[in-house]
């Protein structure tokens, strides 16, 4: 059974570093990509970007793009995402999720994790 | 703003069926798959619906979905209190070289 349990609920100060994760299990981590989704309070849906642990390569939504890092630990089948300099407007549930490619463009996500809130309050 | 246009909220009474609505353009819908998600608050989101119509393993045949031109359709016949949920659209956009959700639809089964 594939799985994705995300790390718990955070609360930081704006400034602060951050790094959430999603431990993942029930398929071989190499062979599939990654990502994360964000939603902001009360609002939908938002791709931020995909990792490919077998060689990291990484794609970001432009939106997204210097914004946060997303990486993969293979050893323990784990995808990370962190922010060097947390702001309020970050502050939202992100998921991960498994997504499907094809010629490199996500066609679905076919897995989720269970979301991290980040609250990003002075 | 979403790239994908969807309704706020839809209701039905129970047994009954519903639609919901999922409007983009040419760089997303048109020329891409849809795939619809279910979501309760709390939990982690449900593929329901990929490829514009095809049903992941252990969905119902309740869920159905369509696509035409730059928009989209997710269908459900039958309706249970236990489908109440938020449902999203989503597809690839090709101007924005990324994946894009709707707004989200917030069901009620009444």
């Known amino acids: 059974e594939v799985q994705l349990v995300q790390s718990g609920a955070e609360v930081k100060k704006p400034g602060e570093s951050l790094k959430i994760s999603c431990k993942t299990s029930?398929?071989?981590?190499?062979?599939?990509?990654i990502g994360w989704v964000r939603q902001m309070p009360g609002k939908g849906l938002e791709w931020m970007g995909i990792?490919?642990?077998?060689?990291?390569?990484?794609r970001y939504s432009p939106s997204f793009q210097g914004q946060v890092t997303i990486s993969a630990d293979k050893s323990i089948t784990t995808a990370y995402l962190q922010w060097s300099s947390l702001k309020a407007s970050d502050t939202a549930i992100y998921y991960c999720?498994?997504?499907?490619?094809?010629?490199?463009?996500?066609?679905?996500?076919?897995?989720w994790g269970q979301g991290t809130l980040v609250t990003v309050s002075s | 703003q979403s790239v994908l246009t969807q309704p706020p909220s839809v209701s039905a009474a129970p047994g009954q069926k519903v639609t919901i609505s999922c409007s983009g353009s040419?760089?997303?819908?048109?020329?891409?798959?849809v795939s619809w998600y279910q979501h309760l608050p709390g939990t982690a989101p449900t593929l329901v619906i990929h490829?514009?119509?095809k049903r992941p393993s252990g969905i119902s045949d309740r869920f159905s979905g369509s696509r035409s031109g730059t928009s989209a359709t997710l269908g459900i016949t039958g309706l249970q209190t236990g489908d109440e949920a938020d449902y999203y659209c989503g597809t690839w956009d090709s101007s924005l070289s990324a994946a894009v959700f709707g707004g989200g639809t917030q069901l009620t089964v009444l």
């Open positions: 999720a498994r997504p499907s490619l094809v010629r490199g463009e996500v066609r679905n996500f076919d897995y």
């Open positions: 040419s760089s997303n819908i048109g020329n891409n798959y």
């Open positions: 029930g398929y071989s981590f190499n062979d599939f990509w």
């Open positions: 490829d514009n119509d």
């Open positions: 990792i490919y642990p077998d060689d990291s390569d990484t």
